[in-house]
């Protein structure tokens, strides 16, 4: 209470305080006064022995307790105040730092999102996804008999799901759509935690065959469909023709990024799913697990309990289990996995701009530190200590870093909405992505930290020096060692403008390589769209079905500019994994699937191969004769052939799929070329590469009863692609109304996707190495012009006594380029260490070592160019330097 009432004393208290030293010094005055001494002289050797009255008081105030606090804010007031005595520097300044702040902000708003927040389900950490592990196919679909043991046997989880995607074509509200769709099990939901909005979820019942038709629909197909109609819960609404009783609304942002997960419509139950190849227990049908593990359970303790399940159902099942496992993997890392690397990598360069901007603003500092000099150096006389005057400058360089900040948190929003918009479907939870309380932290940390890093030399440096010297100059001239030190942090920028130069090069390098590989195929005016027949095809027999596929075709291939047209079912370059296992005819029949061979089958049209432009190796490309009534064939790739039949006889051979009951011979009829199927630049890292082609008019009557709702078209044409697609369209409608065409990308777009990762890392770090371009460029004009302006006088002596106006220029221009020249050789250096370590985890260059001569050579001579240009300005000014007047300066 003491302390308190002293505090709000206090100006009293100094005013007492004050008027007791003045009280001392008088009756000191007057006792000498009284010794015969004037009062001129006296009053002068009484001070000599007070010493500095301010400071006295200032110790005295310390007593209190409270002069720190009152301190600050006065260093506060006190920095305000001069920063707006120079908005020029205060200006450039925020503005420097609310770039670096901003980038480093924006881009830590979607590490954030993506990787650090949890998964936006209650526990989420205890959710994983389940694999089926094949000796061939590390990461595969599981049967649903297989799940159904698993699920029986397991002692790990509280709740384990599985699911698998679909389509349906929704009908009877407005105009007919394609929905995207995922059966799923019973507990799915339950398994999330995810509640419904309005209704409730799949019962037990439901999900078996036979129990009717239920579905659970998104909010947004509920509001964009159904008007958001309370009343529609409980009516019936049509599914590729069939009637689905709607029981559930869930919410429209429930979506998991992962397998097929993406803004889903529609839900239906798995077990009701009539496909007979459901209880084939060697049948994937992409199915792919998620469970959630009982309290206390570990990952690794889940793994070994389901290791013992597999094993006994290897014994109890030989033919088909043997050899299986399960791979259990972090839903979390399941879903991030793939961006961690390169959003690490993007935000240790984007903390390189932030370094660049804080090297620049110290160097801003460093020169404004001269022109300070005599006031510091008067503040010194007068009493103020070097920590003093540290601590000042110090707050100075924070209040420069909090409006930079602040400003940086409005670039950063702005920022991280232009890049989401901009590449919305590149980042898994982009939607997650926001500013938060976790964001503004990073935001206030980083901008504390910014503002002691670049404001600690340059306070340093200007406390330090000498007061005599700096009030005999009066703040004209600069030390040695400051401009030492200003040339040293241009070093620094240009190393780290280079060290991201030469990232963002090599990424531009891995791109343009990347274009460069032959994909296996011809992508060139290729257009392809989904194809949903007509809803009452559903109910149709397989002849009609046939018909109505023979139809289509004739009528988009009569498409004027229409070179080619093929359907197809998977074959669908970088995004189909589809596999199959086989043995060959001539080898006895291995005792379990497990030791059969793999294989990616694709399921196309007779022209597919033609319009697709892969080359014949081998035997024939697949003709109209290739249907029903005829003998089953295939067309096999290279891989397979050499793999399979390395003596290069595969044409004529037959390979065998089916059970021990039942099998399906097929003869091999062609070879073709390898397509890239899983990317083009991580096709050849995949084990699984083999491929085979079966005709689309060959599939059984129980499979081709389900293609009506869902297939591709491949259309080679010539002129406007996109032009096509109302001519596309209207060849359709002549057929029927009702034929729905979804879809249209071209492929040159669906090999973009497959790139998307590296396009969104490529233009991030282009823009970071723009702005560390721009940044280091600034910062050498800044430290080059000063140097003129203090060297004015010098110049103008070399001048008078008959320097040519182009040695000047070379004198100036050689100064800044001797530095970044220094620059780029510790920036090469860096480089070629730090890349290398960045470019192994985030695994973003294909084609080019972290070493490439070639980029680092045109990254040096872009740095090169913008520090001649940084230099250019201040030389010409040089150049016109009046002798007279420079000599009058002094």
Known sequence: MNALRRMFSRRRLYSDLSAEIAGHLQEKIDELVASGISREEATRMARREFGNVTLLEERGREVWQWP???????????????LRKSPGFTVVAVLTLALGIGANTALFSVVNGVLLNPLPYPNSDRLVTVDASKP????????????????????CF????????????????????????????????AMLGVKPILGRSFTPEEDQIGMGHVVAISADLWRRKFSASRDIIGKEISLDGKGYTVVGIFPGHFDLPMYYFGQTDAYIPLGEFANPVLSNRVAGLGIHGIARLKPGVTIEQARADMQRVTNYLAQVYPEADKDMGTALTPLKETIVGKVRGFLLLLLGAVGFVLLIACVNVANLLLARGNTRSREIAVRSALGAGTSRLIRQMLTESVLLAAVGGALGLAFAAAGTRATLAALPSTLPRANEVGMDAHVLWFTIVISLCAGVFFGLLPAIRTARHST??????????????????????VVVQMALALVLLAGAGLLIRSLSQLWKIDPGFDPNHIITFNLALPPQMNRASPAAIRAALHNFDAAIAAVPGVEGESLSWGAFPMYSEDDQNFWLADQPRPASEGQMYNMLDY???????????????AGRFFTASDNENSKAVVVIDEVLAKKYFPNGDAVGKIIDQGD?????????????????QWGLDTDSQNSLRAQLYFPFMQLGDNVISVVPSNSNVIVRATGDLLGLTDAIRAASNRLSKDEV?????????IIESSLAPRRFAMMLLGAFAAVALALAG?????????????????????IALGAHPRDVFRLVVGQGLRLAIAGVFIGAAAALILIRVLSSFSQLLYGIGGSDPVTLIAVAAVLLAVAFLACYIPARRAMRVDPMVALRYE
Do not use: C
């Open 468 to 489: 005599y010297e700096a009030l005999k100059e009066g703040g004209r001239s600069v030390s040695p060692s400051r401009r030492h030190a200003q040339g040293a942090l």
């Open 660 to 676: 021990a009951t039942h099998t399906f011979p097929f003869e091999i009829v062609g070879v073709v070329g390898h397509v890239k």
């Open 136 to 155: 061939q196919f590390k990461r595969g679909s599981i049967s649903y008999p297989n799940f159904l043991d698993w699920h029986r046997l397991n002692q």
């Open 741 to 749: 065409l979804t879809n249209f990308e071209t492929m040159h777009e």
């Open 603 to 617: 399921i196309v049209g007779p022209d597919y191969l033609e319009v697709m432009h892969i080359p014949l190796l």
């Open 778 to 798: 600034i910062g050498l004009y800044g430290v080059i012009a000063y140097a003129v302006g203090q060297r004015t006088h010098e110049i103008g002596i070399r």
């Open 158 to 189: 509280s709740y384990f799901s599985v699911s698998r995607g679909t389509g349906f074509m929704l009908t009877g509200a407005g105009a007919p759509e394609e929905l995207d769709a995922v059966a799923v099990t019973s507990d799915f939901f």
């Open 68 to 82: 720190s606090m009152e301190s600050f804010f006065a260093d506060v007031r006190f920095g305000l105040r001069m």
